[in-house]
């Protein structure tokens, strides 16, 4: 049984921030490698960051030096920190463990201009 639950998006103008969380209901979560990933309308879905079980990062070059991913093994949590957003960051976000079919419902980020 695999459960993630998104959360943490919202509206924003451009240039603001926001934190996004990903809670994690799966065995052995600080072992295992979790993505973001963000689709938009009509658009394939794009990964965004990458962290490993002990923390090693990848960004996309579209966010490199705005976006954060950590995780708090912990509290089996993943999260990715967004700043001077822009509006081209908008889309639904997605949290995914490597390795791991399961996709859940993502949570909408939308930047205005």
């Known amino acids: 049984q695999v459960q993630l639950v998104e959360s943490g998006g919202g509206l924003v103008q451009a240039g603001g921030s926001l934190r996004l969380s990903c809670a994690a209901s799966?065995?052995?979560?600080?072992?295992?490698?979790v993505d973001w990933y963000r689709q938009a309308p009509g658009k394939q879905r794009e990964l965004v960051a990458t962290?490993?079980?002990?923390?090693?990062?990848n960004y996309a070059d579209s966010v490199k030096g705005r976006f954060t991913i950590s995780r708090d093994n912990a509290k089996n949590t993943v999260y990715l920190q967004m700043s001077s957003l822009k509006p081209e960051d908008t889309g639904v976000y997605y949290c995914?463990?490597?390795?791991?079919?399961?996709w859940g419902q993502g949570t909408q980020v939308t930047v205005s201009s």
């Open positions: 995914q463990v490597a390795y791991i079919d399961y």
């Open positions: 962290i490993t079980g002990v923390g090693t990062t």
């Open positions: 799966i065995s052995r979560f600080s072992g295992r490698t």
